[in-house]
């Protein structure tokens, strides 16, 4: 059986899984791992085996190995990749906002612009916490904050909502530690620092076009603030009514999100300036170890949390309990999609679409729009964008080198990142969240959420391939 057969059976089996049998995400990712293991031939696995540098006795070996044993292995490399910056990111997230540090840095955003300019402080604070916070908890924590504030101006309900989004999904998608571009990272060998400097700009680039397409739609189709099921303005009222002095200080509330960026982002810059030993490199390559990183961020959370509540054990006990049930769901699902690519990998479907790449002709922008597209159509089969990222990063791991790309493998990142905001409707989690917490009916949530992470995505996938030809950085 061929590599693309094998391909298309595998992400068949994903998309009936979660859309037919309705399984977990988690169960149909394993399911459709152990399917293309079961069908994939014994050579096309020594090949595989070969292609890695392993011995022919080892190769054969592994073809031999019983297909659940080879799920297992999968899925063990990439929770160990991942696992601890996951859970770690849970921690940071939950802490921040059980402490109010999280409402600290968006009313301080607020502060800052003054309430002329409060979307865009929106914006930077989706953005802002969306790197440590999944994108659906960022949502419930600042959508409430944008009903307060739609209640006492009266106008620009669906702009700050559109706001939120497009900061928050632009950095779930782009800049680690959250799941996808970790796991993609892991795949295509890519750098974690120079994957958050890469989302960074590009993330930001492409958050900017989609506040602007909320601004034109806010004025175009104003939509008026409206009570959902879940909450009255007047529970609203009592839940961001806090005072300032009930808050923790920014520079404690904003230190777990900026630390894993300096420490990651330094170790990669000092290496890249310094030559031959010094105490400062020393230093950020022992801290800049992106899982002792995210632990020193943790640790500062947790820090910041026990500041405010005090020691509570209890309380503390239900934060931790809570941060990592939420993210030892992520892990499992990000672990058993590390399954699923390693048993396509295994198919040879690396170096036959390397093959036919280059029997195409086709040149750097050529396959940054292949990565793209491919990981759009998965995200609109299937409707998660971190399943879609996974997906697509283990089929084309064998394009990412820069030799065959003539760019770093960064861009490949940035482009499947990108490639996950199109094409979102109703079979995606998050546009259900988007819809019911925010009172939009479905076609209102159509015409606006889908469309703005659809604008996003394609502007991402332009600044990531301009980047690419001025800065290929080979």
């Known amino acids: 059986m061929s590599p693309l057969l094998l391909l298309c059976v595998g992400i068949a089996t994903v998309i009936l899984g979660i859309l037919v049998l309705r399984l977990h995400a988690a169960l149909a990712l394993l399911l459709a791992a152990i399917t293309v293991g079961v069908l994939t031939p ?9 292609d890695k540098g392993q011995s022919e006795e080892a190769a054969e070996k592994l073809a031999e190995t019983q297909i659940g044993k080879r799920v297992a292995q999968g899925f063990g490399v990439a929770c160990g990749k991942i696992g601890i910056l996951i859970a770690m990111a849970a921690i940071i997230g939950k802490c921040l906002l059980d402490s109010g540090g999280a409402d600290r840095i968006v009313r301080s955003c607020l502060k800052l612009v003054g309430e002329k300019r409060a979307p865009l402080a929106f914006l930077g604070s989706g953005f802002t916490l969306g790197m440590p916070v999944f994108f659906d908890t960022v949502f419930y924590l600042m959508l409430p904050l944008a009903k307060i504030f739609t209640a006492r101006s009266g106008k620009n309900y669906l702009l700050l909502v559109l706001a939120i989004v497009a900061g928050g999904s632009m950095a779930h998608s782009l800049v680690p530690p959250t799941p996808g571009p970790l796991a993609v990272a892991e795949v295509m060998d890519v750098d974690i620092g120079q994957l958050m400097l890469g989302g960074l700009i590009v993330g930001s680039f492409a958050a ?13 189709n104003p ?20 005072p300032d002095s009930a808050l923790p200080p920014l520079w404690l509330s904003i230190l777990p999100i900026l630390l894993p960026i ?16 010094c105490p400062c490199k020393d ?110 990063a283990a089929i084309l791991a ?23 905001k199109p094409l979102a409707w109703m079979n995606d989690s998050g546009f259900w969240v988007v819809c019911k917490m925010s009172g939009l009916t479905e076609g209102e949530t159509l015409r606006t959420f889908s469309v703005l992470l659809t604008v996003m995505g394609i502007a991402g996938i332009i600044a990531t391939i301009v980047l690419a030809n001025l800065m290929p950085l080979t």
């Open 283 to 392: 230093f950020f390559n022992i801290f800049g170890e992106k899982n002792l990183a995210m632990i020193v961020a943790a640790v500062v959370s947790i820090i910041l949390l026990v500041r405010q509540i005090g020691m509570d054990k209890a309380k503390l006990a239900k934060t931790f309990q809570d941060a990592l049930s939420g993210g030892g769901i992520v892990i499992l699902i990000t672990a058993s999609g590390g399954a699923f690519g390693a048993m396509l990998q295994q198919t040879g479907i690396g170096p036959w679409m390397k093959e036919s790449v280059d029997a195409s002709g086709m040149g750097m922008s050529g396959i940054l729009l292949l990565a793209f597209g491919v990981t759009a159509l998965i995200r609109f089969a299937q409707g998660s964008a971190t399943v879609s990222m996974m997906t697509t």
């Open 42 to 50: 014994s050579e096309s696995i020594v090949k595989y085996g070969l």
């Open 262 to 277: 300096v420490l990651i982002g330094g170790s990669t810059t000092v290496n890249l300036l310094v030559e031959g030993p």
């Open 208 to 220: 900017g076009i989609g506040y602007l397409f909320a601004v034109w739609v806010n004025k175009k």
């Open 223 to 242: 939509i008026p603030l409206r009570d959902t099921p879940d909450s009255t303005l007047e529970d609203l009222q009592a839940q961001v009514n806090k």
């Open 398 to 420: 064998g394009l990412a080198s820069p030799e065959v790309l003539g760019c770093s493998p960064l861009y490949l990142a940035l482009a499947i990142g990108c490639g996950s």
